[in-house]
């Protein structure tokens, strides 16, 4: 097997060869296609495992959840014609989730991680299983998955007997922009239900797909959310009059964290000017060093781009990780039966993003506190009203934008409790420890939405402050910032809601180029 990614135009390969989160986010967001390698090295690669599985079928030995019964009843024996029925019913009986389902993109970039752990050839599946996943996610049909009800160990046991299931014919998927019966879609797209092999349906179950397919995209929006917050930093110290050496690279020098680093000098690069510091200063004592919002927002932001270093390693070797159990080792012929299903490096690194991201946010919101507050923000308009002065009094500004970006940082660093630390006992105490994996990505998408909209109405704020306070035009970059942004949010003069210019403004934080970062 090579460890060279594989991506020929615009389809993603699943040779066995190690797959990228970012191939993962572009295959989940529809930019890519997949394709199964129907080559003859990787077909007898995939059939290695199988034969170890037959192997021990025909030695009658006991293979976990094939010849088994499941979790805590292990010790039940079955003929092979009651076991196949036992696969059909471990995936009803986990049709127990609850909640909203996660998004498409969530679900999609959970069935490609399903499909790199398969790849790996440790699980005993056919390519006809791996084929049938990719002739979903090629035809855009989604299954519906709750997003409820997944304690991260033996996996996503829950989440994920709804891609089972959809992949046999039942439950509901999403399909050309409407939720619909399973069978109707696959009719529809012309695609034939699965019949399940031995294993097959304990294989898909059975693992940390949906985590770390969660984890996958949630690290693409945290890059493009800490690139939105250096911009939205470089706005707020020209509104305010600040502090451009604050980010001279000297002090990143004397303190080396990378992300620091990279932080300061994109903040210094909004804020460069062939003007000299001095005409963007306001005057007094206190003006000499900025509140820590702005002053240590390399520090803040720094702290989750330096993150991503040892969290995007520990998702993509998830992500491409054999992950299930039982495995049959090729090498050996063994069946082994061991814990790969559980999550807890997902849980440990989602845990930790999600901290570093709502630290973000809640900077962000101190930086809209600043620039409304006119006892602070050094001669800007309390609020940043923007009408003539006989007006003022019959306007309110950002007053309310203020109050919904504070609302957002404190639900945002109230999701920050780690939930690695609420393993509970359970199915008859067999699964007595237990990751939370699912429950800790959940979180992370959950702040990442968060930290969007704060992000989203500190750009707002600071675009307003920004051209109340004027002199954009020495500062190009800056300005050339503020001309897109505006393309996308017009200014508040008079009183008028801003819901969708928020909205609007943290979609393209998510979706767009404007703060394309990749993490990984």
């Known amino acids: 097997m090579t460890t060279k990614p594989h991506n020929r135009g615009c389809t993603l390969i699943i040779d066995g060869s190690e797959i990228s989160l970012q191939q993962i986010v572009r295959v989940a967001r529809g930019e890519a296609a997949v394709e199964i390698d129907t080559g003859a090295e990787f077909a007898k690669h995939m059939e290695h495992s199988r034969a170890v599985l037959t192997r021990a079928l025909e030695r009658k030995l006991p293979v976990y959840g094939v010849t088994t019964g499941f979790g805590k009843c292990c010790g039940k024996r079955m003929i092979s014609e009651v076991a196949e029925q036992n696969g059909i019913n471990l995936i009803r009986f986990h049709g127990c989730g609850t909640g909203a389902p996660f998004g498409t993109e969530e679900t999609r970039a959970a069935m490609i991680c399903r499909l790199a752990c398969f790849a790996r050839g440790y699980s005993g ?7 049938k ?8 049909i989604t ?13 996503d046991l829950t989440p994920m007997s709804y891609v089972a299931a959809v992949l046999m014919g039942e439950r509901q998927v999403f399909y050309r922009g409407r939720k619909m019966p399973a069978a109707q879609a696959l009719d529809e797209a012309g695609v034939a239900p699965h019949r399940f092999f031995p294993k097959e349906p304990l294989a898909i179950m059975n693992g940390t797909a949906m985590m770390t397919g969660i984890a996958a995209i949630a690290l693409d929006r945290a890059a493009k959310i800490a690139n939105a917050a250096a911009c939205a930093t470089a706005l707020c110290i020209h509104a305010i009059g600040g502090n451009s050496h604050h980010y001279h690279p000297a ?14 000098a994109r903040i210094a690069e909004l804020l460069s000017s062939e003007a000299p510091p001095e005409s963007f200063a306001t005057n007094g004592p206190e003006t000499l060093q900025d509140p820590y919002s702005l002053r240590c927002a390399p520090q803040v932001i720094g702290v989750l781009t330096d993150a991503f270093d ?4 520990w998702i993509s070797i998830e992500a491409n990780s054999a992950n299930d159990n039982p495995l049959f080792d090729p090498e050996t012929g063994s069946v082994l039966m061991g814990g790969n299903f559980y999550g807890g490096h997902v849980s440990f690194s989602m845990d930790g993003l999600k901290s570093a991201l709502a630290s973000v946010a809640d900077m962000a919101d101190r930086q809209v506190a600043l620039m409304v507050d006119a006892n602070v923000n050094r001669g800007l308009p309390a609020d940043l009203v923007g009408v003539e002065d006989s007006e003022k009094p019959f306007h309110h500004g950002f007053k309310a934008m203020s109050i919904s970006a504070s609302a957002l940082a404190a639900e945002a660093l109230k999701q920050t409790m780690p939930a690695a630390s609420f393993s509970r006992s359970t199915e008859s105490h067999n699964q007595d420890k237990v990751s939370m994996g699912t429950i800790a990505a959940r979180d992370a998408m959950r702040v990442c939405v968060l930290s969007e909209k704060t992000v989203a109405i500190c750009l707002l704020a600071g675009l307003q402050a920004c051209e109340l306070r004027g002199n954009l035009a020495q500062r190009k970059k800056l300005a050339e910032l503020v001309r897109i942004l505006r393309e996308i949010a017009p200014p508040t003069i008079a009183d008028r809601p801003m819901d969708e210019d928020i909205e609007n403004l943290s979609s393209a934080i998510a979706e767009s180029g404007i703060f394309a970062s990749a993490p990984c």
């Open 143 to 155: 299954p519906v998955v709750p997003s409820e009800g997944s304690v991260g160990a033996s996996g």
């Open 125 to 131: 599946v056919s390519m006809e299983l791996m084929q």
């Open 310 to 313: 040892w969290v995007c390693q």
């Open 251 to 264: 002090i990143s020098r004397a303190k080396p964290h990378p992300g620091q680093g990279e932080a300061a």
């Open 133 to 140: 996943i990719a002739e979903l996610l090629n035809a855009h």
